[in-house]
């Protein structure tokens, strides 16, 4: 029996509190901020980031009748804060998104992003946390074909707290352009590995040219800064209930909330080992 983690317990927990919350008369009808959803891998297995087939769909189906998805690109670039509105993301680039994302997405209607490594032969497999097989850069290409905005997320997904300057340069900035003339893209958007930034990196993102990049901060997706602009992930424990939660007013302060105690624990445990 898989494991699970006393964040993931604190999340589930969470989570149950703010569905039990959201049938009450009012707080759940409440209309929320944009939202930027982050999904990794759509496929019937253990992984913590996998979703299964079945439930993505169901999870299509339920923001298909209760917000407006739109292209990422509309709500980086909205000039005013757009309400109950959702951009999907699928992070690192799965073969399954390909397989088991695009034919529910087509048949909804529903626009999505992928973020791209810039050479999966180099992907950091301990950093990523499984061994997925990765799409080829004709598969990218067939999925911006069909209307996907590609975007950017390192050349290997490495913990970008632990590089030198040289390193970032090369992470960021050289391997941005490599990957634009492999696919035949302008790249806009960059997703943080991990969801770890600082100054310096967001320096070398704009450095790179990128208009906007994401975190997974959680909460609502307001572009004060278009280089934090934070995202939710969903994971797979997030069912039914527990979803519909994760896209609530509360469930989004609460997410919000978690992730912020988690970015504190990891700095302060790289600060440690420094």
């Known amino acids: 029996m898989k494991k699970i983690t006393l964040i993931e317990k604190i999340n589930q927990t969470g989570l149950r509190i703010v569905a039990c ?14 939202i930027v959803l982050c999904y990794h891998s759509i496929e019937n297995d253990s992984w913590r980031f996998s979703v299964s087939v079945a439930e993505f769909k169901k999870q299509m189906q339920f923001l298909k009748r209760t917000k407006t998805v739109l292209p990422l690109s509309e709500i980086v670039k909205a000039k005013k804060k757009l309400k109950n509105t959702v951009a999907l993301t699928f992070d690192d680039g799965y073969k399954n998104n390909l397989l088991n994302a695009t034919p529910i997405l087509s048949e909804l209607g529903l626009p999505a992003t992928l973020f791209v490594l ?25 999925l911006h074909k069909m209307g996907w905005e590609i975007g950017f997320h390192s050349d290997a997904h490495t913990n ?7 390193e970032l340069e090369e992470e960021i900035v050289k391997s941005k352009k490599r990957k634009e003339k492999e696919l035949g893209i302008t790249l806009r958007y960059f997703a943080y590995p991990m969801g770890l930034y600082s100054e310096k990196i967001i ?3 704009k450095k790179a040219g990128f208009e906007a990049a994401f975190t997974v901060d959680g909460g609502a997706s307001y572009a004060k800064d278009k280089m934090k602009i934070a995202r939710t992930c969903v994971e797979s424990t997030m069912k039914g209930g527990s979803f519909e939660a994760v896209v609530s007013v509360l469930g989004l302060s609460f997410q919000s909330f978690l992730m912020l105690g988690l970015r504190l624990k990891e700095r302060a445990r790289f600060l440690l080992k420094k």
Do not use: F, H, M
């Open 21 to 34: 919350i959201n049938n009450l008369p009012s707080p759940g009808s409440l209309e929320t901020g944009p």
């Open 118 to 142: 810039g050479d999966s032969k180099k992907a950091d497999r301990k950093a990523l946390g499984n061994k997925k097989e990765l799409l080829s850069a004709s598969e990218i290409k067939k």
């Open 160 to 166: 970008l707290w632990k590089l030198t300057d040289q």
């Open 203 to 205: 320096a070398l993102v």
